[in-house]
């Protein structure tokens, strides 16, 4: 990296964050990109296909993390979290530069040294008894991990919540992974690494979280092994899934599928105890009461390609969705729901009010309001598209850089329409989901704007500096 | 009879819908029945069975294609209405009057069930060329035409004009079958693939280059359904694709024929027709074939004739309710027939006479001023009897 | 290449993706046994780090100086491999791959057929890889400068962002003002401040600009060069005394915003034969003026009909206009405000109120006493001074009829009816709703298939102003690549002629859809400027003389893969 040039630093890996530091990269500056989790990639990764052209996520999305990864302006910086972030001095009229702390958190296996070759993971003790966030808890792995396969950079990682070494202080007689390891990289004497960096400019790409869905408990999730979200159906339907792609619940194909749009989204009955928290408190923790008032943005078309792709597997299930609206709006979009309809998924509309038990069924009740009247709808599948919500960290995040939330949560940009990627602190830019929902092309769009605020920053001090 | 949905969900691609009401919305028979054709869409969507004959609304539909124009999904919502009455029709659940209409067609080849060869008594003796010998007009009279008193006068008039210009025409005379396009909606699909077989093969042998409807059912069907114009028929008529070239003819209504014998200067006018005329676009003619202007340039070639719009023109002409089979059947809906709407329409924009260019326009409307008693106000002519007197 | 080659083949398994299908140890062993092929095998996800490191390694260890990777497409990891190679000194255009995914395991099924094939396919490939040659990897130089193409919001926030940044750009408008479409409204959606002080200070901005050079009524005419290296002529055709100029620059931004649906083509809603009929874009004239009168009355009865001109077949356009619902849920409630007693309704098919903020907007209009009523409006017709529409409420079950003052319809967006000809002008391809097709609809939104040219705003589809803005700075990013690095990299896999067999009979200059051949005017042969060549091979196949040589597509290569298949 020419670190005679101001650096740029991104906070999140995900489709956002790479975008954006590709862009800055490619013009020539330093980057750091810092991501929480072992691996780059954030929730994209996570998707089977995307919509509507129905590329698979993962084929679109490596190519872009490999990029990242070999970039030669580029230091990706994984399993890492940013500290500290002092705002630049001011002085002669020229604004320095952030100086940020980033702390590395200890792998516990030495990068240099690791092939990624598993063999850790293949004889780790627990091997088979930890739930995988990255399968959203529906595959097991073992304490020492990567979170997928095509992980940037294929390094494994020991969890140390899990590991019994670290929690308990003994693994049996032997470490069962280091005698595994052909490469002897793992070092559990590693300790944390705190960096000092210095940046010109900051983008934040720190994406969403998803509402949790026992939040609305009318809908039995948690109760009935039946009933899913959006983001357990991508798990189970990718190839490199933890069912290798089949559907199939309860160790059975799904006759009977139906999708439940809106769980959490455009909901405004906690208003009063909402406003009753108080605004600041409110903020981001609206989601904690079940309920978002804002549209989620994307669950009317990840739906419509869950239920192509259910009729695409299951060529004799019947899939229904339930909606409110059908907000197809983007290139392509409308045509793809009308395929999806000519591919016999039915949409009735009606949000339904609940989902109980009958026989070895589930029956979705709603009314269907074209009918005007109640329906049941038997099912062995239930998907939920639970609501977009801001990181439950969205407090902490605002601490270290100062920055604003607006009334739904996520960060507030300097004004809605003509400044969306800058935040109301100068040099710091957001990117991505951390300021709103948004599908795949919106956000790159989102990122790549950040990164051309950013650049313009960083040329900027790159002219004052020479 | 409870007919299973899926099969013709599937065959009509019904899962299009998206239930967004302009079908019903624009349905001209939908306020005073209880037909409801997004409704009935929908319940072949959400049900897997329908009992079509809880549906005897579904004779209240005059096809006049409203919904098929302007559904934004083209779902074609009418042919769900096509394809249930074609249920009704194979189980014989079907009004009295529609069952003998459709066996005079069988039978006589026209719905009146008269005898064949009384077909063309209309032309009062004239000699009209059979066509058989080779011409370069083919003339379809069509059955109301030919058969019913009131409206023979407009064959009469064609051929009289069709003389004036010096055109070859000629007509099948008894050999003319009905067309088949009301058989087709009212779902005798099996009647009218045995109609579209067998004059299509008369009609292509005649070789003649342009066939020339009086009725713009006819028109409709020859047009879009037979496969006489060089193309596949587009509406599932029997056929599938036949290339043009060999037997490709031009299918016109007489409107457009006539439209430009006036603009070659092949018809002269000689005679002033002082009146206040307004047109109504028949939904076969103007609604589904977007034929607008080639009638309304025949009516102001006349001299003297003045022509005003009805508010309501154009594609949003109120169906007389002649279609769909309605001129045989009542249906379930006793209520006023919409040909009386509009021709209280007709009369306010003062005209004296109210033309038209279809012979069910022509009963319909008539009978409707004349119940109404608006006799003295408003008289219903076909194009071709305003042109016969300037002529 | 003097030396032997010595070929590294490597049969990908990508999971399940290919190893479902094919026995990729079979043609593993099978490659092994080619000519020329040093080491053969197979691995779980070559793309991955320790796969790439498989083949980093093998190049040091075994001396390889030739790549096959038998997995998936090459356009996922083409440049993926070839960087691998690269890093370790062998050169990028010596990798080659064989797509044993897409062209294999994803479109068959019979497990022994598909492996035969893949064998089929690798042979073919090392066939090729032997006879590979190292190219030359080339950089351009970059004029630095943009010019962006539209005044309006788009072009205008792109323009600033690049000038910004520090190099000149040439804003070049077609009308006589900045502004665009926005100019025309009245306030802006969820935050409602009036568009004026929106776009004024923008306006004043680009005027004032040191780097921006702002050309009024002005258009492009004509467009030569390459990424980087553009010759860009404009040219004022409408003024007096037409002019034109040529600007060099290095990157071109394209903002021409869109056409308004013309409400004429649904003549069923009256529009233009009733004046009570308006369009969304009226309207805001209207609330610009604040006034509301239908021929002298103020009307008690309004209504708003979404979806004219989209999403609707009938017309032609399919697509979603992603505009209307969120600003005819700001015009019904701004007309509630001006016209409190009056009764606001809105028809709709679906509410399409995504954005931030936007949901919360759409509740307070239903608020403030806009009835949303579910039913796509069928006609409209008259009724004295007033009209009827005419459509059925879905909720409802039934048909209604409302009579109403004023009617406005929620008209649509389309691409412009003018943009063939830049279309053209720029070889800028257009996706099926007629706007601009950009390169990747989900990660790249604003590239084309033409380096250098970037995408901003509606052109390339219907957007708001907020997402109009950020797509216009990510076209700014996209843009300012090439200018602030100084070069760009120049395709290596060019053709090349050769001067002894050409003839000069120039038909490589006639065929060439992006006149990169010459004919040199002192030697009388063909050179071929490598810059703007893209590889196509037409000419290559055209030429009588076989002078033309396509790199990395030679006739041996292809001829020896041929070979390879018919074995």
Same mark, same amino acid.
């Given at each position: ?19 954006? #530091? ?24 996570? =998707? ?27 230091? =990706? ?132 979280? =998803? ?167 038997? #099912? ?87 | ?391 | ?51 790439? +490191? ?28 070839? +960087? ?17 995914? /897409? ?5 068959? +099924? ?28 080339? /950089? ?30 040439? !804003? ?5 003002? !900045? ?69 060099? %620059? ?41 006034? !509301? ?76 006493? %806009? ?85 901003? +705003? ?110």
């Amino acid at each position: 990296m020419d670190l005679s040039k101001p650096a740029a630093l991104i906070i999140g890996g995900g489709i956002a964050g790479i975008q954006a #530091a590709l862009d800055i990269a490619d013009a020539g500056f330093p980057v750091y990109l810092v991501e929480r989790e072992p691996s780059v990639g954030g929730r994209m990764a996570q =998707l089977d296909k995307t919509f509507p052209t129905l590329d698979c996520s993962a084929c679109i999305l490596t190519p872009k993390m490999v990029d990242v990864g070999r970039h030669p302006n580029i230091e =990706l910086m994984t399993y890492s979290e940013v500290v500290s972030v002092a705002p630049p001095p001011e002085g002669n009229g020229k604004r320095g530069m952030f100086r940020v702390q980033v702390r590395k958190a200890p792998r516990y296996v030495d990068v240099n040294k690791c092939t990624g070759c598993g063999s850790c993971a293949a004889a780790c003790r627990m091997k088979g008894r930890v739930l995988s966030k990255f399968d959203e808890g529906i595959a097991k792995r073992s304490a020492i991990y990567v979170p997928f396969p095509q992980a940037v950079p294929l390094k494994y990682t020991v969890d140390p919540t899990v590991c019994l070494f670290l929690t308990r202080g003994t693994c049996g007689k032997t470490f069962l992974c280091k005698d595994a390891c052909p490469a002897g990289a793992i070092d559990f004497e590693q300790q944390e690494e705190i960096v000092d960096l210095e940046v010109g400019a900051i983008v934040v790409a720190t994406g969403f979280d =998803l509402l949790d869905p026992r939040l609305k408990p009318e809908f039995g999730y948690g109760v009935y092994p039946e009933v899913m979200t959006g983001i357990e159906f991508e798990r189970l339907s990718s190839a490199s899934g933890p069912t290798m792609g089949k559907v199939v619940v309860n160790g059975k194909e799904p006759k009977d599928v139906v999708f439940i749009k809106c769980v959490g989204s455009r909901e405004r009955q906690r208003r009063r105890e909402q406003a009753a928290l108080g605004e600041q408190a409110a903020l981001g923790e609206q989601a904690a009461l079940g309920g978002v008032p804002y549209c989620s943005r994307v669950c009317c078309m990840y739906t419509a390609k869950h239920a192509h792709l259910v009729r695409d597997k299951l060529p004799d299930a019947r899939v229904t969705i339930f909606y409110m609206d059908v907000r197809a709006f983007g290139k392509g979009y409308e045509e793809f729901y009308d395929r999806v309809k000519h591919e016999h998924v039915l949409y009735r509309r009606g949000e339904p009010s609940e989902v109980y038990r009958r026989g070895d069924k589930l029956v979705v009740q709603a009314e269907d309001t074209m009918l005007g009247k109640p329906v049941e709808v038997e #099912a062995d599948l239930v998907v939920l598209a639970t609501a977009i919500t801001p990181r439950t960290d969205m407090p902490q995040v605002s601490a270290l850089l100062g920055l604003e939330r607006s009334p739904d949560g996520f960060f507030q940009e300097a004004h809605p329409k003509l400044r969306p990627v800058d935040s109301l602190v100068d040099g710091v830019f957001l990117a991505g989901c951390c300021q709103g929902p948004k599908d795949i092309p919106d956000t790159v769009a989102h990122a790549k704007a950040a990164a051309s605020s950013a650049l313009r920053v960083l040329v900027q001090q790159t002219r004052e500096n020479s | 009879m409870a007919l299973k949905t899926e099969p013709m969900v599937e065959q009509l691609e019904l899962m299009g819908c998206i239930q967004c009401g302009k079908c019903t919305g624009g349905c001209p028979v939908a306020r005073k029945t209880t037909l409801n054709i997004r409704s009935l869409i929908y319940n072949m969507l959400v049900e897997p069975e329908l009992d079509v004959n809880a549906h005897p609304e579904l004779w209240d539909c005059t096809c006049c294609f409203t919904c098929v124009e302007r559904c934004p999904k083209d779902v074609r919502p009418a042919e769900l209405v096509i394809g249930l009455r074609g249920q009704l029709v194979e189980s014989g659940h079907i009004p009295d009057t529609i069952g003998a209409a459709l066996t005079g067609i069988f039978r006589q080849g026209n719905p009146t069930g008269i005898a064949r060869e009384d077909r063309m008594g209309w032309a009062n003796g004239t000699q009209i060329k059979a066509a058989q010998e080779g011409c370069e007009v083919l003339l379809h009279v069509c059955c109301t035409p030919a058969y019913d008193p009131r409206v023979q006068v407009v064959p009469r008039a064609l051929v009289k004009a069709f003389t004036a210009a010096g055109l070859d025409f000629g007509t099948l005379g008894t050999d003319e079958s009905c067309c088949g396009n009301e058989v087709r909606r009212m779902g005798e699909s099996g009647l009218f693939e045995m109609l579209v077989e067998e004059n299509g093969e008369l009609i292509r042998s005649v070789g003649a280059g342009r066939l020339v409807t009086v009725s713009p059912h006819c028109f409709n069907t020859f047009k879009n359904e037979y496969s006489l114009s060089g193309g596949a028929g587009e509406q599932g008529s029997g056929r599938a694709g036949e290339q043009g070239g060999r037997g490709a003819m031009e299918v016109l209504h007489y409107t457009q024929l006539m439209a430009e014998l006036v603009e070659q200067g092949r018809l002269k006018f000689s005679n002033e027709v002082k009146k206040t005329v307004t047109y109504h676009d028949p939904c076969f003619l103007g609604k589904q074939n977007h034929i607008f202007d080639e009638p309304r340039a025949v009516l102001k070639a006349i001299p003297g004739l003045k022509l005003v719009e009805m508010d309501r023109n154009r594609e949003r002409s109120l169906c007389c309710e002649g279609g769909g089979g309605r001129m045989w059947a009542e249906g379930t809906n006793l209520q006023e027939r919409l040909a009386f709407q509009r021709v209280r329409e007709a009369a306010e924009t003062g005209a004296e006479v109210l033309a038209v260019a279809c012979p069910f326009c022509l009963l319909t409307l008539e009978d409707a001023v004349k119940v109404q008693g608006l006799d003295e106000k408003l008289r219903v002519m076909d194009i071709m009897e305003l042109v016969d007197l300037a002529l | 290449m003097e030396a032997q080659p010595r070929i590294g083949v490597y049969i990908c398994h990508c999971g399940v993706n290919i190893a479902a299908t094919v026995d990729v140890e079979q043609v593993a062993e099978f490659a092994a046994a080619l000519p020329g092929v040093v080491v053969a095998r197979n691995y779980l996800y070559m793309c991955s780090d320790p796969g790439q +490191g498989l083949i980093q390694q093998d190049i040091e260890e075994h001396g390889l100086n030739r790549v096959v990777v038998a997995s998936c497409s090459p356009r996922m990891h083409e440049p993926t491999f070839r +960087g691998a190679a690269q890093q370790v000194g062998l050169n990028p255009y010596l990798v080659e791959m064989a797509n044993i995914r /897409e062209q294999c395991s994803w479109v068959h +099924g019979d497990r022994a057929q598909a492996t035969e094939k893949a064998k089929a396919l690798v042979a073919s490939t090392v066939a090729k890889a032997f006879r590979l040659e190292p190219l030359e990897e080339r /950089e351009v130089g970059v004029v630095p400068g943009a010019v962006v193409v539209g005044g309006g919001v788009a072009g205008m926030v792109a323009a600033l962002d690049v000038a910004d940044t520090g190099f000149p750009v040439y !804003l070049v408008e077609q009308s006589d003002h !900045l502004g665009g479409r926005v100019a025309e409204l009245n306030r802006t959606f969820p935050t409602l401040e009036p568009v004026v002080e929106l776009l004024k200070p923008l306006v004043e901005r680009v005027q004032n600009h040191p780097n921006i050079t702002v050309l009024l009524n002005a258009q492009l005419t004509g467009v030569e060069g390459y990424v980087g290296n553009f010759k860009v002529e404009v040219s004022s055709p409408s003024s007096s005394t037409p002019s034109s100029s040529t600007f060099d %620059v290095g990157s071109i931004i394209v903002a021409t915003g869109y056409d308004v649906f013309d409400a004429r083509r649904k003549p069923e809603l009256g529009y233009g034969q009733y004046p009570n009929v308006i369009t969304s874009l009226e309207l805001e004239r209207r609330l610009l003026e604040r006034s !509301l009168a239908v021929d002298g009355h103020t009307p008690k009865s309004v209504a708003f009909i979404q979806c004219v001109g989209s999403r609707d077949v009938q017309v032609g356009n399919p697509y979603c206009s992603r505009v209307c619902c969120m600003y005819t849920a700001k015009q019904s409630r701004l007309v509630r405000e001006l016209l409190p007693e009056a009764h606001v309704t809105v028809f709709f098919m679906d509410v399409r109120t995504f954005g931030k903020g936007a949901e919360e907007f759409y509740d307070e209009a239903r608020e403030k006493g %806009v009835l949303y009523r579910r039913g796509n409006i069928s006609e409209i017709y008259r009724r004295g001074e007033r009209v009827v529409l005419v459509g059925e409420d879905t909720l409802q079950g039934r048909p209604i009829e409302l009579e109403a003052d004023l009617v406005v319809l929620a008209v649509g967006m389309e691409a412009r009816s003018d943009v063939a000809d830049l279309s053209t002008l720029l070889k800028l391809p257009r996706s099926s709703d007629g706007f601009f097709l950009e390169l990747h609809p989900k990660l790249r939104p604003v590239d084309t298939a033409v380096s250098g040219v970037f995408l901003a +705003g509606c052109c390339q589809g219907p957007k708001d102003i907020t997402d109009t803005v950020a797509q216009a700075k990510a076209a700014a990013s996209s843009a300012l690549i090439p200018l602030i690095r100084g070069t760009v990299p120049a395709e290596s896999a060019t053709a090349v002629v050769e001067p002894e067999l050409c003839a000069g009979c120039g038909m490589c200059v006639e065929v060439c859809p992006f006149g990169a051949p010459a004919l040199d005017p002192l030697w009388g042969v063909s050179r071929i400027n490598y810059v703007l060549c893209k590889g196509c091979g037409t000419c290559a196949v055209t030429c009588p003389s076989k002078a033309i040589r396509l790199q990395h597509f030679t006739a041996s290569q292809i001829l020896a893969q041929i070979d390879a298949l018919a074995v």
